[in-house]
């Protein structure tokens, strides 16, 4: 098992990856010295891992009580959150308690807001059984939900206690889902390191067949990448916008799609607007957007999209968060392994490339 630490000053807190993680997971809380636990699950999760989570809790003389959200991104609303709120009052978690997201990015984001709101601040640990939210949701203490408009754009930053990444969890996970979140490995690689590019092409057979050891380096090497990204920059001033490399795009197909988009394939198309604009700026050459392409077909990316008009999309990209005065502050790569946040793309060359990505003649699947 690997254990990789999140070195943020006076509060620092582990990431534990590997197979059999959850084993960990009640000794945690008990160090943690929580009197109860309140375990926020969605349902297709729940009937697989919820039973094992409060037994181990119990077990180990924490009570743990359990809440289901339905799946799906709807989870991510505020009348969710209303109802997570209820049964942590419910469920008389005081100060002293802990909230234990069990799922996905969405459980993550909808019971870590809450866990934040919660009389002001009740710890949380993350137990990620999704590839995406192993690489990237559950570590950085982003929380939020949705409105109808706009993605994550209620919400909070609030750091776990610890995460807990158990790949045996992975086994349930559906196939679409699984490749999809490549499109966030593939992000680390572009934009942040090129050996992780290279691990990627090298170790694809593996980690298309899920291969515990080549997970357990992937996702690992991503929680150090975002590791140390969220040290320096705990609430995205500046260098941590990095970490959205491909996500303009990416969130604007979402909200124009209802978000009915998948995010990790939202994110794939996104990574190919964001290097398309690059290379008509002049900031990279067509040597990465190629190998860019070829990391991304490797995990059949980007794949099935809704269908969105161009139009649609175009309306979605000033909602971007990192927009500044209206403007959109675009992060875009350099070269293999390095990406430039903070920079400002003309409305004709974004019109351009998202015509071509979203118009009638485009192929979505790439």
Sequence with gaps: MTRVVVELPGRPYPVLVGQGALEELPRLVRELGAPAAAVVSDRLVAEHWSEAVVAGLTGLGVPATLHVVEAGEQAKSLAEFGRVIEFLEDSRIDRAGVVVALGGGRVGDLAGFAAASWLRGVRLLQVPTTLLAMVDSSVGGKTGVNTARTKNSVGAFWQPAAVVADLATLATLPEDEYLAAFGEVVKYAVSMDGGLAARLRAEAPALLARSPVALEEVVSRCV???????????????????????????????????????????????????????????????????????????????????????????????????????????????????????????????????????????????
């Design 224 to 366: 150090e990448l975002k590791a140390a990204v969220v040290v320096a920059d705990e609430r995205e001033s500046g260098p941590r916008q990095l970490l959205n490399y491909g996500h303009t795009v990416a969130h604007a197909l979402e909200a124009a799609s209802g978000y009915a988009a998948v995010h990790g394939r939202a994110v794939a198309q996104g990574l190919r607007a964001a290097s398309r604009i690059a290379r008509r700026l002049r900031l990279c050459g067509e040597e990465l957007e190629e190998a860019q392409e070829a990391l991304l077909r490797a995990f059949g990316l980007p794949g099935p999209l809704p269908a969105v008009s161009p139009a649609q999309v175009l309306a979605a990209v000033p909602r971007d968060k990192k927009s500044r005065g209206g403007a959109v502050r675009w992060v875009l790569p350099r070269e293999l392994g390095r990406a430039q946040v903070g920079v400002a793309v003309p409305d004709a060359v974004v019109a351009q490339v998202v015509e071509e990505l979203f118009g009638p003649a485009s192929v979505h699947a790439g």
